[in-house]
Structures are given as structure tokens and as C-alpha cells.
């Protein structure tokens, strides 16, 4: 500790931010209000890419770029997943998204505001090459530690470690937050956020035990009120969802977390049945019929398994500072229940 309500972070430090605090990638629907407001509360936000086949997508997320940019004056990240085709070479998508924001930085008021680019799914040496001298902190998202040592091999800035629990991709081999953090923060010595199942003082604290420099949130930062550019049913939603309720699904780029929902039997019953362009195109419009228009049974609905214990509507601007203080006050707990003998003890 450095002082009352301040935690030391190599990953705060890093980014130029208050609090280790990283709302997560969400989308494919915009996520430009809850990022800025993530920021301006002292944490990093991140905004999403509009979506894998929409075909103005590159010119929409430069449009989100420079409304975050309109919103806040503090760092904040965008989210790319990445990956290869059958040739080894990146992916279309991910290749004209990350243009997108190596592009950006080009312009220094926007450079001074958009920090890091996380990058997810895929290996990140299939784009490291066109990051590394851009000037952004290039942050990659990792289900195991295998992974987590090729991406700091590979030369990325931050690892985003992110546990079974987390909402939307997950992983095919499931290893959870509290076996996944410790291993990864002994494995490289780049900063690590850690994610999944993270969402309050409790969470904080354990994830900072575990090694990690900073936590990432979803689920929790999506049922808030400055979540405002999504459908109101969707936090309400999380709201309502029972321990457990959540469920396991095959999404675009593997398993994702999601809520029950009448889409996904359809999925079930279309998946093997139809192309791959059409499946994604489907999964594109299902994820945002639920995120843009509030549709809880057409919709796909990502989710972690800690909806399951979110019972508010937050307001960012007061639980990020909190959530630090209840992290503090977890922290000192711990520390006050720990008995030291004394010199005179047998």
C-alpha cells in the first residue's frame, strides 16, 4: 500500500490509471459510454468492435474510437479477437480491425487516450509485428499458462488471464480463476490481469493474493447504469439470474458462457446444419439482437458465472473507488487475523 485508498500496480502504472480496475471486452454491440465512464472513474474501459461480418465494421469502430475519445480524457483500450486462416496468414477481420487502431494512434490527441490494444482468441504473434511499433501497450487474453508464456515470448505488454468463469469465450480446456491466476503470475513477468468470476472487494483481494497486477470485470460493469448504449432487459437480466444458471455453448471461436436462452436451442439444433459464414453471421445478429434491442429469448446472452451473485444496478463512478477500498479493507482483514509470536514465545 502506498497510502488510504491506494493500491500499488505495475499494470496502473503502465497504463497511467488510478485504479488496477479493466472492464473487459464486451460486444459486439457498442460499448463506448460504460468504457468512458469505466475510464473517467479511474480504471481503464474498453471499447469493442462493432461485430465479425459487418462489412462497415472498420469505419464503425473508428467511430467508436473518437466518441470515447469525446467522453473522456483518461487511457482507455479497445478489444480485437485475432486469429489464422487455413494458411497460417491473420484473419481478414481481425487484420482491417487492427489496422483500425494502429491507424488511430496516428493522431496524437487520440494517442494520448487510447493506450492498449487487447488482443484475444487467437495467438498474438499473428498481429505483434504490426502492434510492436505503434506505440500501444499490447495486452493479450489467455485461457492457460502455455498460452500465457507464448504471448510473453511473442513480446506483448500485459497478460489478461482470464479463468472458466468468465462470461462469453471461454476455453475448451476449462481451468478455473484460482488455479489459472497463481500459475500464469508465476510463469511470466509481464503485468497479469487476472478475469473471471471477479466482482467485488472479496474478488479484488483474491485476485492480488494470487499474484495478479490489476482485475478485469464483464459481467459486473454490464449490469450498471452507464451501460446505457445496450437494452436495459440485458443488466436486468444478469439480475435476475439464479447461482448456476448459466450454461456452455459452441460459439465462434470455441466454448463461450452465456445465459439460457431460446436462441441457443436454435443454435443447437442449426449448428450443424449450416456453413460457417452463415453460423457467424447468425451469432453476430443473435449477440446483438440481445445486447442492441433487448431481446432475452432471440438473443444470445454472454454472461459470466458470477451473474449468479449480482443482485444491483451499480453507478461506475461510485463502485470502482469502492470496490479499491473494500479491496483495502479485505486486505487488512486478512493481515489483522494473522498471529506473529512474540520474541519471548517458547
Known sequence: MTGPGSITSRFADLLGIRYPVVQEGLGPYKTVKLAAAVSNAGGLGTV???????????????????????????????????????????LPFSASYVGVVVDAVQDPEIARRLRMITTSAGAPGVVRDVIADSGLI??????????AVRAAQDGVDVIVASGYEAGGHTHARPVHTMVLGPSVC????VPVVLAGGIHNGAGM???????????????????????????????????DTAEG????FSAIYGP????????????AEIE???????????????LIRGQRDGEMEAGVLPAGNVSGAITDLIHVAEFIPALVEETIAVLDGVRSRVRTPSPTSP
Not at 508465476?186 to 513477468?189: G, L
Not at 463461450?256 to 443454435?267: G, N
Not at 450443424?272 to 443473435?286: E, G, M, S, Y
Open 205 to 239: 483481494a483474491a485476485a492480488l493474493a494470487l499474484g495478479a497486477d490489476a482485475v478485469a470485470m464483464g459481467t459486473r460493469f454490464v449490469a450498471s447504469h452507464d451501460n446505457t448504449d445496450w437494452h436495459p432487459n440485458y443488466a436486468q437480466k444478469i439480475i
Open 272 to 286: 450443424d446444419r449450416v456453413d460457417i459464414d452463415t453460423l457467424t453471421a447468425w451469432k453476430d445478429d443473435r
Open 186 to 189: 508465476a510463469a511470466v513477468d
Open 245 to 248: 444458471d448459466d450454461v456452455v
Open 256 to 267: 463461450s458462457r452465456a445465459l439460457p436462452t431460446r436462441a441457443l436451442r436454435e443454435l
Open 48 to 90: 469493442s468492435i462493432p461485430g465479425l461480418t459487418d462489412p462497415d465494421g472498420p469505419a464503425v469502430l473508428r467511430a467508436y474510437i473518437e466518441e470515447a475519445c469525446s467522453l473522456t480524457d483518461r487511457p482507455f483500450a479497445v478489444n480485437v479477437p485475432v486469429g489464422r486462416d487455413a494458411t497460417g496468414k491473420v
Open 138 to 147: 499490447h495486452a493479450h487474453k489467455v485461457g492457460g499458462t502455455r498460452q
